[in-house]
């Protein structure tokens, strides 16, 4: 198994106020957790996403509008706390381009023969941009970007996305909810942010119905309760749907020791669900897994927790564990989304009698 990474210092170009949480002592702390790995993990290089790539997802003029603020002398206010400063457009364009870049290496089989996973450690994040919004700390959408560009360049037919950064990545759906070849997963601790979205029975919509896919947490989930409703939901969908690429959304706001929500995850919680998705790429699309870093504001969780994702896509093996048996609300939760999506997705349906409440 091959991983590499993909960073720059060139991501600090996004300057913010000192007391943003989205700042560049972030990208310092997922360069460490990456360098714990020493030589066993790779490099590809990062190059800025192209204009065009960047405008299959977003509109142009708004990507004019992004791309207006560079060297802008005062930041530039697009919401509440997503300002650019003089070099977020370069940065936010290397942004996607790591992601971009990731997905090529995992298809650069040539000189890699082994399967390969990449982990692109970019700043500023991109799951709540919109196709004309910049919003939640993201101007550019960089795994929407990706998943387009593994369809444009590389002849993708079905892509994955699965999201567990804490929030929901609202511009992701938005970017593909009509749409059945790019599914999407996301897990997010409800109504937290944006508070309008994520809810379970949005399923996407027109001809994407039952591609898109919401798993809510409640307050103060654990890394059983997390995986369980990957284990029980993620896997099944991902598994019939057999992408050829599996994106992942890794956001490390979920930590328990992240103030941005209320969650307890754990670094190795994040490696245990990094091995799962892992493991389902093994079967499915030759290994080939892309991880785009998205929130994660607390810089030792960010760092451990970047660690063992890392451990994980060498090693998914490593991250087995058996999960302690479902309390009774979880298996409640559990049976409503099998019931949920069970129409869509035959390997869900099939865990139906081993899910339903007894009486
Ligand atoms: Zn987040």
């Known amino acids: 198994m091959r991983v590499v990474v ?29 360098a714990r790995l020493g030589d066993r993990i790779g490099r590809y290089p990062v190059v800025p996403a192209t204009r065009a790539q960047v ?23 697009f919401d509440e706390d997503t300002a650019a400063y003089g070099g977020t457009y370069r940065a936010a364009l290397l942004s996607a381009g790591a992601a971009v870049g990731g997905v090529d290496a995992v298809f650069a089989l040539a000189d890699a023969p082994e399967a390969t996973r990449a982990f692109a450690l970019g700043r500023p994040p991109g799951h709540h941009a919109e196709v004309d919004r910049a919003m939640g700390y993201c101007f550019f959408n960089s795994v ?47 109504k937290l942010f944006p508070p309008t979205g994520g809810f ?14 919401n798993l809510p947490l409640p307050y103060e989930a654990t890394d059983a309760q997390l995986l369980r409703l990957h284990q029980a939901i993620t896997a099944p969908v991902l598994e019939d749907f057999a992408p ?8 490390f706001d979920a930590h328990a020791d992240d103030r941005t929500a209320d969650q307890r995850i754990t670094a190795r919680g994040f490696g245990r669900l990094a091995a799962l998705l892992c493991g389902v790429a093994d079967r499915v699309c030759a ?43 979880e298996a409640a939760i559990v049976a409503q989304l099998v019931e949920l999506h069970g129409p869509a997705w035959p390997r869900v349906r099939g865990l139906r009698s081993s899910t339903a409440p007894a009486g």
């Not at 810089?299 to 309390?327: K, M, Q, T, W, Y």
């Open 55 to 77: 405008e299959r997802i977003h509109h142009p003029l708004y990507v004019e509008a992004i791309a207006a603020t560079e060297g802008a002398p005062e930041p530039v206010v």
């Open 244 to 251: 050829d690429l599996i994106l992942v959304s890794a956001g």
């Open 287 to 329: 290994g080939r897994t892309v991880f785009v870093l998205e929130g994660g504001y607390d810089r030792a969780a960010l760092a451990d927790s970047i660690a063992a994702v890392l451990e994980a896509a060498l090693d998914p093996a490593s991250f087995a564990e058996e999960l302690p048996p479902p309390g009774a609300t």
């Open 200 to 213: 379970y029975k949005e399923t996407g919509r027109g001809a994407g119905k039952g591609f898109t896919v």
């Open 6 to 34: 993909g960073d720059t210092e060139a991501f600090d170009a996004h300057e913010v106020d000192a007391t943003h949480p989205e700042r560049p002592a972030r990208s310092k702390a997922a360069r460490e957790g990456a």
């Open 144 to 190: 929407a970007i990706a998943a387009q560009h593994s369809i444009d360049a590389h002849g993708c037919k079905r892509v994955a996305i699965v999201d567990w950064d804490v929030h929901h990545g609202n511009g992701t759906q938005r970017s593909f909810e009509m749409r059945r070849d790019v599914l999407f997963v996301s897990s997010h601790q409800h």
